[in-house]
């Protein structure tokens, strides 16, 4: 068995930036309360490449391939488009209120 394989890092999830597009919202939405609860500045740690507890399950499903192959070890996404291999800039996909998460391996 690859000794990779088995290696599992926990993976830093932080909110850089939440954008709020009002103008797409009043134009296309129907009204929702509480439709982002991700506040600039928060962070989670996934372990296991597991989602943490409290973390936007929607967000989590862009995320969670990226989360994954960092906590194997792997990383240097899209051709080492990141200055740290082990990260990864990864928006959600909420056209109305993206979030920008920084993921970090950690450990």
Same mark, same amino acid.
């Given at each position: 068995?690859? /000794?990779?394989?088995?290696? *599992?890092?926990? =993976? ?14 009043q134009l ?6 509480? /439709?982002?609860? =991700? ?5 989670? *740690? ?7 507890? +409290?973390? #936007?399950? *929607? /967000? ?6 990226? =989360? ?19 990260? /990864?800039?990864? %928006? #959600? ?5 993206? =979030? %920008? ?5 950690? +450990?």
């Open positions: 068995m690859d /000794a990779q394989a088995t290696t *599992t890092h926990a =993976v830093r999830i932080t909110a850089l930036r939440k954008a709020d597009y009002k103008d797409l919202q296309l939405e129907k009204p929702i309360e509480d /439709a982002c609860l =991700v506040d600039e500045g928060q962070t989670w *740690t996934s372990h296991r490449g597991e989602r943490p507890d +409290g973390f #936007c399950p *929607t /967000a989590w499903e862009t995320l969670q391939w990226f =989360v994954a192959e960092l906590a194997a070890g792997r990383g240097g996404f899209y051709g080492d488009w990141m200055k740290n291999p082990g990260s /990864a800039l990864i %928006s #959600c996909n909420d056209g109305f209120r993206p =979030v %920008s998460f920084l993921l970090e391996r950690i +450990g």
